[in-house]
């Protein structure tokens, strides 16, 4: 599943490179630009939830 998630509180490389860190290996591939405040996540629902994936990104201080 390919999905949109809308981000807010990013503001530079190192906020989108700290999200992916804690996404990797948990899906598929992603594209997370903070200038647009958007990523692209590709992941297997079986692996991660939505939700999960939302609770991650959360708890490191962004909202989505």
Same mark, same amino acid.
């Given at each position: 599943m390919r999905k949109t998630f809308k981000i807010s509180g990013m503001h530079c490389e190192s906020c989108a490179k700290?999200?992916?860190?804690?996404?990797? &290996?948990?899906?598929?591939?992603?594209?997370?630009?903070?200038?647009? &405040?958007?990523?692209?996540i590709d992941f297997h629902e079986t692996s991660i939830s939505e939700a999960q994936i939302k609770k991650i990104i959360n708890d490191l201080g962004y909202k989505v």
């Open positions: 700290m999200i992916e860190l804690e996404l990797e &290996g948990k899906v598929n591939s992603m594209k997370i630009d903070y200038k647009s &405040g958007k990523a692209e």
